[in-house]
Nanobody
Framework: QVQLVESGGRLVETGASLRLTCAAS????????MGWFRQAPGKEREFVAA????????YYTDSVKGRFTISRDNAKNTVYLQMNSLKSEDTAVYYC??????????????????WGQGTQVTVSS
């Protein structure tokens, strides 16, 4: 069983930056690919970013490329999402997810085994 706890979400203005943190309880954190998803009111949960187990490869949805950066620290069992140049359309609940042994299909929520409770990011215009 893996527990994921997100933090860092808050109300910010357009153009601001935020860093989200996801702390994992996994004994072998490096066995899990990690992803960030988000869900805005009235919309489906959507993929934001993912990082492979080693941290060597990262993947992003087109709308955040060049603005968001996902990274991980396996020694600290933590994954981060650095969000820059925030826009009102980035407003959502952001979820951290873990997938054991995942090597492809990172954008598909159904392949992730564990999810956090989410952290609210609100960007005011």
């Amino acid at each position: 069983q893996v527990q994921l706890v997100e933090s860092g979400g808050r109300l910010v203005e357009t153009g601001a930056s935020l860093r989200l943190t996801c702390a994992a309880s996994a004994r072998t954190f490096s066995n899990y690919a990690m992803g960030w998803f988000r869900q805005a009111p009235g919309k489906e949960r959507e993929f934001v970013a993912a990082v492979t187990r080693s941290g060597e490869y990262t993947y992003y949805t087109d709308s955040v490329k060049g603005r968001f950066t996902i990274s991980r620290d396996n020694a600290k069992n933590t994954v981060y999402l650095q969000m820059n140049s925030l826009k009102s359309e980035d407003t959502a609940v952001y979820y951290c997810a873990a997938a054991i042994g995942l090597t492809w299909g990172f954008s598909r929520p159904q392949v992730y085994n564990y999810w956090g409770q989410g952290t609210q990011v609100t960007v005011s215009s």
